[in-house]
């Protein structure tokens, strides 16, 4: 039986950057992380974007949430507030257990719009969160390949896949 | 002995949009580009971000380039107009041959910075052409990992890996 799990927040110390190796998706933001830490630019146990679920005593999922501003959005009608989700990741051995949804839901609470760009090929989990790709935007999305999730009345933003292309 | 080849802007059509079928970065953003032709929402022949060269008859090599207004900027000091590099890919069969490092000269002769997120673990190549990465900046960088390019008298803006994390 699977035993209840509850989404927190990480506190960056030295004991959860450890942790974060496990992970693929670990690199520069985490290294950043690392050496502010070690330089006394960040303070032990700050508060981050990172999200995660505890099996035991393992850090065994984890995902980086952050509300943008409603100044900056330029993928809801009308523009506003919305959370924007990276590195979604639960560790080999304990994936099909629900940890992944159990994440999105939590972001979902907030019953904000949600926008992802996924590296990997994970497209099948995204649309069964509820999950679209956005109508490509050439000057707004350049390379990358956003996938959206919107709460009740909230509608996908008007695109077009050129834009007003500069002429280099 | 190496053809000399050239680099030029890719024209959108049925034929080159067939053509980019064969590189492994076709995405959201060609997709889109296929139904606004398909829908006379653009016409035949406009002009694209894509740059590419070809080898004989065939499409070899491309890339996308942008040119970023220096209101956007976030990146370089002073802020100022930079070029956003994406989706550069060689065709297996046609690597090794510098068609990869002929895209990046020539996005460096508009004498910008240039910045990249690539998708793929390509960093070794990217040294080779003078990238680095740019300082992770949590708030302007999410989930991407970009590499930056600077000519002469140009510098990397200061920036910190936590900013002003808004708590959720």
Request: aromatic share 14%; net charge negative; no cysteine.
């Amino acid at each position: 039986m699977l035993e209840p799990v509850s989404v927190e927040r990480l506190v960056i110390n030295f004991k959860t950057l450890e942790e974060f190796k496990q992970f693929k998706n670990y690199g520069n933001q985490e290294l950043s992380m690392l050496e502010d830490l070690q330089g006394n630019i960040i303070e032990n146990d700050s508060v981050s974007p990172f999200f995660g679920i505890y099996y035991g005593s393992a850090l065994v999922a984890r995902m980086s949430l952050y509300r943008v501003d409603a100044k900056y959005d330029q993928y809801f009608d009308p523009p506003q507030d919305y959370l924007e989700l990276w590195k979604l990741e639960v560790l080999p051995g304990y994936r099909d257990k629900g940890f992944g949804k159990k994440l999105v839901d939590f972001a979902k609470q907030y019953e904000l719009p949600i926008k992802t760009s996924p590296l990997i090929n994970s497209q099948g989990f995204w649309e069964k969160m509820g999950f679209h790709k956005a109508k490509y935007d050439m000057e707004r999305d350049l390379g990358s390949n956003p996938l959206i999730w919107t709460p009740e009345g909230v509608t996908e933003k008007e695109t077009s896949a050129f834009g007003n292309t500069q002429t280099l």
